[in-house]
């Protein structure tokens, strides 16, 4: 009778659950990633160059079994595929895209016009002297040519220009805006046509959640695809903390970019645990800042409050992206592991950072099942 009533009473249970919630619980087990968002949105990661050169085996494995788009983190800016003006070192790409195509991974190629890591003499003459318009422009056509065409066919898609918008909407003053005007954004989207015209173009920038940046962008992406020139997509670098952005701000951008008829990506996703010197300070490579061993507080291992906190942000923005997965086409990583991310040593170097969503052992988190069986459900 006792074991009657027990089995009665787990059949109650079990029915007393959800059927789609059920369905997902069944369908997560051994699920990678890339496998659980299939048919939503592609998961990627930024690799470096031992990741691109498969000298950490354990990394390699990892990239196969849970990511289906791969981004060069470093290896495709204009510093190191031109560092002198006219000579070309391909190896590091070339190896990425070998890698990318090994494996069956979309591949992205990351970036050609960007602000922060371009060759001094990109700008200057033989005499250390501003170049003109007319010759940073032909500078930079014979680069996006070179660089694109090279791999015509074979990169998904490019981010063309990097971070060229202020937060508050204003345009960055950078040597490409000074020389050239804002019209050198028209130019690189011109010119990455000209060198494939299969291949997907996207502007690529941080802190998007912002009203300011978010305008900004809506009306340069306006005003390219209004002048009859291709950009497919934008770039809403991830980079996240615990208490910024609002989740309401980062889907307002999601909704804007998206009614631009265009594809939203969200491009360089990591959260950060650790305290910041200044708020908000988004992805701005230029500020550093002295080490502080009160900035740098987890040097051995997340409390559980913290890692608590950690899982619930991820959660969210999950949640979003799967909420407008018919509007995102891709999410990406920056970096494959902890140890890989580029926090650990930004805006303060020597930081223990834990940001991503696998732990320095390679292992998943524990928060990363639920965000498996989140994608099997239909929400």
Known sequence: MYIAKTIILFVILILSIPTKELKAQNETVGLSLKDAFSG????????????????????????????????????MKAMYLQPIEGEFNFEDADRFVALGEKYGLELIGHTLIWHSQAPKWFFTDQEGKEVSRAILIQRMQKHIHTVVSRYKGRIKGWDVVNESILDNGDWRQSKFYQIIGEDFVELAFQFAHEA??????????????????????????????DKGLKIHGIGMQGHLGLDYPSVREFEESILAFSRLGIQVMITELDMSVLPMKEPNQGA????????????????????????????????????????????????????LTDADSWKNNWPIRGRTDYPLLFDRKYEAKPFVKELIQKAKIDL
């Open 40 to 75: 939503k949105f592609k998961i990627g990661a930024a690799l470096n160059l031992k990741q691109i050169y498969e000298r950490d085996e354990k990394a390699t494995a990892l990239l196969v079994s849970e990511f289906n788009s791969i981004t060069a983190e470093n290896c």
């Open 196 to 225: 494939d015209p299969k291949a997907e173009l996207y502007y690529n920038d941080y802190s998007m959640f912002g009203k300011g940046k978010r305008e900004a962008v809506v009306r340069m992406a306006s005003n390219l695809l």
């Open 284 to 335: 701005e490579v230029s500020n550093n800042y002295e080490y502080e061993k009160k900035l740098n507080p987890y040097t051995e291992g997340l409390p559980s409050e913290v890692e608590k906190r950690l899982a619930n942000r991820y959660t969210e923005f999950f949640d979003l992206f799967i909420k407008h997965h018919d509007k995102i086409s891709r999410v990406t990583m920056w970096g």
